[in-house]
């Protein structure tokens, strides 16, 4: 059984995953059974080893890769044969955010998966505003910012989705620490009433592109 996740909405992914989870497993068994797997850091073998365990008090096993577009070219040569006959003891879902449509093997997949598109237009914006910050483009990510509000975005929807999708990157442990900091510093200041929720925001941003 094979899954493609599709979208930026990573909330959607997240209730569609425990979705799938619960229909093989209980809670209790989930460290046995469920693996998130990222596609920059993984090796052939490594995967072949994950697909080849089998269930424990479970129906199946799931494993999820994240950033699924950035599969190595060995998993990818492995992959085209694997997935015309799966593992009957493994689901395996597959996470992107966008579908290349000039790339072969993501056209083989959706030939054999189950896709599900999962977009949400705030989320959408909000990632693009984490994609600008992490370029250190200020200007864009403020006028992103701005937009946002003006459209009455919540500022507590705006730092979940930050914090969401840095807790779901493959940046290094101390840089997610000091940009959760930061989140946490500003969600304070926000709560408190220290700043106005613009303000505190505005200053988030400097904060995070410029230190």
């Known amino acids: 059984m094979i899954y493609l996740f599709v979208g930026e ?4 992914k997240d209730i569609e995953l425990e979705k799938i989870k619960r229909q093989f497993f209980k809670k209790e068994s989930e ?21 080849k365990r089998f ?3 479970a129906k199946k096993r799931v494993i999820l890769i994240r950033q699924a577009e950035l599969l190595k070219k ?30 072969s093997f993501t056209q083989e997949l959706i030939k054999s998966a189950k896709v599900i598109y999962l977009h949400n237009k705030e989320l959408l914006n909000t990632f693009q505003l984490a994609s ?6 200020i200007k864009k990510a403020l006028l992103t910012l701005h937009d946002l509000i003006q459209r009455g975005s919540d500022p507590e929807m705006i730092l979940g989705g930050l914090r969401y999708r ?11 620490k000091r940009r959760l900091a930061l989140l ?4 304070l200041m926000i709560k408190t009433g220290k700043l106005k929720p613009l ?4 200053k988030l941003l400097f904060s995070l592109v410029y230190f």
């Open 55 to 57: 269930p424990q008090q």
């Open 199 to 202: 303000m505190a925001l505005e």
């Open 184 to 187: 946490l510093d500003c969600d």
């Open 74 to 103: 060995p998993i990818k040569d492995y992959l085209l044969t694997y997935i015309k006959k799966p593992f009957d003891s493994c689901v395996l879902i597959f996470d992107q955010e966008q579908i290349d449509k000039k790339d």
């Open 132 to 137: 600008e910050i992490e370029q250190r483009k």
């Open 166 to 176: 840095w807790q779901n990157s493959h940046l290094n442990v101390w840089e997610k």
């Open 31 to 51: 460290i046995f059974n469920y693996e998130v797997l990222y596609a920059p850091d993984l090796e052939l073998l490594k995967f072949q080893e994950e697909l």
């Open 9 to 12: 909405d990573y909330s959607s």
